[in-house]
């Protein structure tokens, strides 16, 4: 009977410590998830003055400049970090975003004036900075986002986990256009 008891006490121990390491994992993947929003927050208050230096010069270009007005409010507007498919779709927002902001760059290289004028130098310079702190926040992600849904999906950890509503969270992923080979000869017109 006393050996039933401490095999009891063990087992009740072991899930208990099993399901504190599923929460910390959860929440350093929310962390990190937080991590990539503060990154995105950057962008987007960022885009506003690019598009009202851009303005100034680029009269041909108002559709892209509305575009990108309308997925940088669609990115601000918020999202369930619990609903795997909010969190995917927020990310795909944010990538969405990115490649407009990607062709807005590579119009002003159309534009003498504008890509020589101070101010607008100095935001790009500043875009590219918290590119880089995004991309940064987004392979921290990833790599939390890989302990806390291995952590989930292997046993006894799944059980835990679908008892304490732990669940698995998206992984970060490039679009498709992403992925494809860049032909240099279309940015040499």
């Keep these: 009977m006393e050996g039933l008891l401490i095999g009891l006490v063990l087992v009740?121990?072991?899930?208990?410590?099993?399901?504190?390491?599923?929460?910390?994992?959860?929440?350093?993947?929310?962390?990190?998830?937080?991590?990539?929003?503060?990154?995105?927050?950057?962008?987007?208050?960022l885009v506003p003055n690019i598009l009202t230096i851009a303005q100034k010069f680029m009269d041909h270009e108002k559709s892209l400049l509305t575009e990108i007005t309308a997925l940088r409010t669609q990115l601000t507007a918020g999202y369930d970090k619990n609903d795997a498919d909010a969190v995917r779709q927020h990310l795909a927002q944010a990538d969405a975003l990115n490649s407009k902001m990607g062709q807005l760059m590579v119009t002003v290289e159309n534009y003498p004036e504008l890509k020589s004028d101070q101010t607008m130098v100095q935001a790009m310079q500043t875009y590219n900075e918290v590119e880089a702190h995004i991309s940064a926040a987004r392979r921290f992600y990833n790599s939390a986002v890989s302990e806390l849904n291995t952590a989930v999906e292997i046993f006894p950890g799944s059980l835990i986990a679908n008892m304490a509503s732990v669940k698995a969270m998206p992984f970060f992923e490039a679009q498709e256009a992403d992925r494809a080979p860049v032909n240099a000869s279309d940015y040499l017109k």
């Design 12 to 45: 009740l121990i072991v899930a208990y410590l099993w399901y504190v390491s599923l929460i910390k994992k959860r929440n350093t993947a929310r962390e990190a998830l937080s991590g990539i929003d503060v990154q995105l927050k950057k962008r987007a208050d």
